[in-house]
């Protein structure tokens, strides 16, 4: 779903409200109602030639703010929430009725709690997103997360939940080891319904290589996130190195050589 120019009209016509309140130094309460995004930016246009939804950024400022506490450690790591499913039904917006957020940190814990309830839609009911994610620092620069996401209903009536739990350990400043995983539960899907993956990444002064490993069998059904593609099984390998030519003329110039598997 993508946003246009277009005002709706009945939208227009109800009041909207947004509330911002610091519960404390690092907790952050925001609320909306009736939720007006006639100012948000429109998307660009883009022509896709894929069998995939393409992946679009975020604009919305209830959504921007505060949300990055749901992604895994890893940016790398596979998107569970994904807040562009919210406020979609296909290829329509769904008007937003009322929405929740806290986000913040907590002394070692980061936390994020949303729950958000959108209008019904053609055929698409009133549905609520929810997500609860808390993460705590360990060890020198690592952290452990968990998250629990629910949609419900779906179209079909049926409720869809994904739990997740990543970790990000950092043995030395240039190494870095992520790993994720998660499993859905839909009502109509049964058995083989997990996702895991793991990557490690070393970069130091002029060298960057890594390598990962991506498993999600063909059940697993993320309705907040966005995992265009299941039943697949992926290995990667990337490196390169960086150096500078300082002779005769050059004295500051670069390159990189890489290579993927």
């Known amino acids: 779903m993508n946003y246009d120019d277009e005002t709706n009209i009945d939208i227009v016509k109800d009041p909207s409200l947004d509330i911002k309140y610091g519960l404390t130094s690092g907790l952050t309460l925001d609320a909306t ?13 883009r022509v896709n030639l894929s069998r995939f939804d393409m992946f679009l950024e975020e604009k919305r400022p209830f959504f921007l703010e505060g949300v990055g506490i749901f992604g895994a450690s890893d940016p790398f790591s596979l998107p569970l929430f994904y807040s562009r499913r919210i406020g979609s039904a296909g290829d329509k917006e769904a ?23 959108t209008d019904e839609v053609d055929e698409t009911p009133s549905t609520n ?12 620069s690592s952290s452990a997360g968990i998250i ?7 179209e079909s009536g049926k409720d869809n939940q994904t739990f997740g739990a ?12 992520s790993s ?24 130091a ?43 005769g003329i050059f004295r500051s110039s670069g390159g990189k050589a890489e290579r993927v598997k």
């Open 205 to 247: 002064e002029s060298w960057d290589m890594g390598a990962s490993y991506t498993d999600i069998q063909e059940n697993f059904n993320a309705e907040m996130g966005f995992i265009p593609r299941t039943d697949i099984r992926d290995a990667d390998l990337w490196g390169g190195q960086s150096f500078q030519i300082r002779k």
């Open 148 to 154: 629990f996401l629910n949609k419900s209903p779906l």
């Open 33 to 45: 109602v009736n939720t007006d995004f006639a100012q948000v930016e429109a998307d660009e246009e």
């Open 129 to 140: 997103f929810s997500a609860f994610r808390v993460q705590r620092d360990i060890f020198r």
């Open 180 to 203: 994720l995983v998660a499993k859905t539960l839909t009502d109509d899907l049964k058995g083989r319904e997990l996702a895991g993956q793991i990557s490690g990444h070393w970069q």
């Open 166 to 177: 990543d970790m990000r350990f950092n043995p030395r400043n240039e190494l870095s080891i």
């Open 95 to 117: 008007r937003i009725l009322g929405g929740l957020k806290l986000t913040g940190k907590a002394g070692k814990q980061s936390l994020g709690l949303l729950s958000v309830q």
